[in-house]
């Protein structure tokens, strides 16, 4: 959209100036870098076949950045309302788990990871393990028995 | 990598005076729609005035390059390269005109709450050269090859029946243009008064409007 980015697409990497468009298929794995200062690179998407519903993941980010605020309670709130817009969704509580171990909650975090684990438990066991944002919950008990 | 520039696209005149730069077909994008737009010159039409009333989509267009004026709903809102305008409502009248020639603008759309589908007036748009240099049969393959994957397409049918009148195929022209009044009735007043048909518009079986 502005300024000039290399774009890697998989193995592939490549110069990407303003106007360029980058088709990228599903599971391949995507970054850019910033060539330029003010660079702006604007991505969309959607599932062939289904209808578009967003996924919450930019609420997601929006919330943790209030938290790094020092707005606690605002990025609590938004978390709790994905949740219940998705009330199917294992990524929502799980994200909640991540603010509530980050906030130094174990005990609202450990209540939402075991809803998440209710909701997808395979993606929950393989995410949670290696995700940074869960360490200060590793020597918990009620972590094994969630997590493994 | 799958990559393009914009100036690189397909570069397709529509007679309204819009360029039709294709980025959904250039992909083989299926999940959503998107495409680019340019102007012949500084002044020209960039977007075509038109609304989504009947395809019902929701639009964002992004200017890209150049400067731009909307008229939306008789509104002017003059737009620059990252701005972006998006049109919730299919009703809302819309279209652009270039300030730069060499504007670009994307557009991209879908309707809430249901699978994407490829739009027909992609395949209309794509046969408009052909039709232009009355290469009729190209015309009306690529207008198969569409009903192929829209059997039924009331537009389409139509469509295809003018190319299959101009190219002296009067049973094929009568028999589509059937087809797509019997979908949608309203084709019969437009086929009453359309100088494309005039070949055949005295044969037995021409709908009646």
Known sequence: ???????????ETADAPAGTLIDVPDGVVREAVAREEGSIVLAVGGRHGRAFTPHGWDEVVVAFAKARRGDLAGA?????ALIARQPGEWHAPYNAACFEALAGNPDEAFAALAQAVELDADAVRSHAPGDGDLASLHGDPRWQELVG | MNAAHVDDLDRIEMPDG????PVRRRFGIR??????YTAKETGGQIVEEHSESELEHEELYLVLRGRVRFRIEGEEHELGPGQLA??????LRRGAVALDGDAVVLALGGRRGVPHEV???ETMFLAVPAMREERW??????????LAEKPGHPALLYNLACMEARAGRPADALAHLRQAVEVEPKWAAHAAKDADFASIRDEPGFPSA
């Open chain 2, 18 to 21: 819009f360029v039709w730069r």
């Open chain 2, 119 to 121: 739009s027909a007036w």
């Open chain 1, 76 to 80: 609590r709130a938004m978390l709790q």
């Open chain 1, 1 to 11: 959209m502005r300024g000039r980015v290399s774009f890697t697409v998989g193995d």
């Open chain 2, 137 to 146: 049969d190209d015309a009306i393959r690529l207008h198969e090859e569409a």
């Open chain 2, 86 to 91: 998006f049109l919730r409502d299919p009703m």
């Open chain 2, 31 to 36: 999940g959503f729609g998107v495409n680019a």
